[in-house]
């Protein structure tokens, strides 16, 4: 073991990811699975064919509790907790003073007066901080130290799911619910990072390696690590935060405005409300848009954009190859003036300029089970 | 006895005369994963030693592949620009990327032989 490994922190299934043969990685501080044997293009097309079974215990997961939950929250983030429905599931953004985002994350309502955040890995410590800086009476923050986050995901996902845990069939996307999984109490969301049908699995680490042995024996369902869950993300047109949402763009640059609704876009009462609602009247100065390169050359993050005539327009945020696709896909930034599906673009790719062009997000057709 | 040379960049170089085909090892497929995408160069373009000269892309990251030796293109393997997949199913034979003729053969002794590479790779692990 080098320096660096003893430096990382090892989730509760690092042994069973070693014993399938897991070719871990630094990632946010924790050694993590970028892949198995199967390599991540037969991971990535496995998990749009059957199932895929994705760690992601290194993402934060916090209960927020107290009589004044909802209403402290909606003071942090845009989006509507107030109308969440109990059982309901809702992804929102932490806003700062500028109107950048300074994390994403999925708001879970548990009770009126009980909700379950999951927050990103790389995020968490910053997060807990923001939060806890701004807490005030009536309400509790309780960082989830104590158990694993694992992902079903994939056309067969409901099946093994409901050989486990029967009542799971009834979830529709984005619901919340508490799961006997394989006699395992666990708190499951039908949600996911992959476009596809599937769970996110809140497990006791201490029960945490069952559950997963208990669903990778179900038929069709694979180990899949961070290398597929990213190409799978890319092609389904969910942003990655560092890569492109980050402290410098707004949730109406970022393309996500849609985590707000008519409520809050009238009461404002979040960090950065002035900047972000004077953007979604007078428009962002520059958008996220898909973005499809016409020839075979991925185009990586921070590929620079030009427009036919050769001027700077902006960078690309995520970019690789869509194994489902079959073709490079990308996301980037460029000017509101230049984010309609189709305008031509260029990209810089080891200098030279390859045709693009704006396209429609997302590459590969989501596939939730919605109520 | 083979005629292979190795890079530490993991690079493979064949001889015969004064003709040269270039790929990458197999610890470099695998260790580069599914490849997606290839660049090769064009007939008649000049390449250094330990210069870029081709583009290999799996699924996650872009690589250069460096010319092991100095010379003239002669030709890229279009087979696997057009079937990328090859590069992981044959590296050392039917996914090689181009050919040279080689400028300057005493830039081959500075090159490993099988057993050489096979006892840096022992390095690596």
């Not at chain 1, 390696?209 to 208990?214: K, M």
């Not at chain 1, 428009?283 to 848009?289: D, H």
């Not at chain 2, 293109?73 to 039917?94: F, H, K, M, R, Y």
Request: glycine share 10%; aromatic share 6%; proline share 5%.
């Amino acid at each position: 073991m080098s320096d660096s490994d003893t430096l990382l922190l090892n989730v509760p299934l690092d042994a069973l990811h070693r014993e399938l043969g897991g070719k871990m990685v630094p990632f946010a501080g924790y050694s993590m699975p970028v892949q198995y044997p199967a390599g991540v293009l037969t991971e990535h097309l496995h998990t749009r064919n059957a199932a895929s079974l994705f760690d992601v215990s290194h993402m934060g997961q916090v209960e927020i509790t107290g009589a004044d939950a909802v209403s402290w929250l909606e003071t942090l983030v845009p989006g509507d907790i107030r109308g969440l429905g109990i059982g309901k599931t809702r992804y929102t953004v932490f806003t700062n003073a500028q109107g950048g985002i300074l994390d994403d994350l999925m708001v879970s309502k548990l009770g009126d007066n009980r909700l379950f955040l999951v927050i990103n890995a790389a995020c968490k410590h910053a997060d807990v901080a923001h939060m806890r800086a701004h807490l005030t009476g009536g309400v509790t923050l309780r960082p989830i130290e104590d158990r694993a986050l694992v992902a079903l995901q994939g056309p067969k996902a409901a099946e093994a799911m409901v050989r486990l845990a029967p009542e799971a069939g009834a979830m529709t996307f984005m619901t919340i619910s508490e799961l006997s999984i394989a006699g395992i109490g666990c708190l499951a969301t039908r949600s996911g990072y992959t476009g596809e049908d599937g769970w996110e699995i809140s497990v006791p680490t201490a029960r945490a390696e069952e559950l997963v042995r208990a669903l990778l024996a179900q038929p069709g369902v694979m180990p899949a690590g961070l290398g597929a869950r990213d190409s799978l993300r890319l092609e389904a047109g969910l942003c990655l935060y560092g890569s492109d949402i980050d402290t410098t763009t707004t949730p109406v640059e970022a393309n996500i405005a849609w985590i707000m609704n008519k409520r809050r876009r009238a009461e404002g009462g979040f960090p950065g409300a002035e900047v972000i609602l004077g953007q979604l009247a007078t428009g962002a100065p520059r958008l996220r848009v898909g973005i499809q390169p016409v020839g075979r050359a991925p185009a990586r993050a921070h590929t620079e954009i030009t427009d036919t005539a050769g001027n700077r327009l902006g960078e690309i945020c995520s970019g690789g190859f869509g194994p489902s696709a079959d073709r490079p896909v990308a996301m980037g930034y460029v000017p509101a003036a230049f984010a309609a599906i189709g305008t031509p673009l260029k990209l810089v790719v080891r200098g030279k300029a390859l045709d693009a062009h704006v396209a429609a997000l997302p590459f590969v057709p989501h596939r939730y089970v919605k109520a | 006895m083979s005629d292979m040379r190795f890079t530490k960049d993991h690079e493979w170089i064949k001889v015969a005369g004064d003709v040269g085909t270039v790929g990458i090892s197999d610890y470099a497929q695998h260790a580069l994963g599914d490849v997606v995408f290839v660049e090769v160069p064009e007939k008649g373009r000049a390449v250094a030693k330990g210069a870029e000269a081709a583009v290999v892309e799996s699924v996650k990251a872009a690589s250069e592949v460096y010319s092991p030796v100095s010379g003239t293109v002669t030709a890229g393997n279009q087979a696997i620009v057009d079937q990328p997949g090859l590069v992981n199913e044959s590296p050392e034979d039917a996914g090689w990327f181009y050919t040279l003729t080689i400028a300057d053969p005493s830039e081959l002794a500075s090159l490993m032989d099988r057993a050489a590479y096979d006892a840096y790779l022992k390095t690596l692990e």
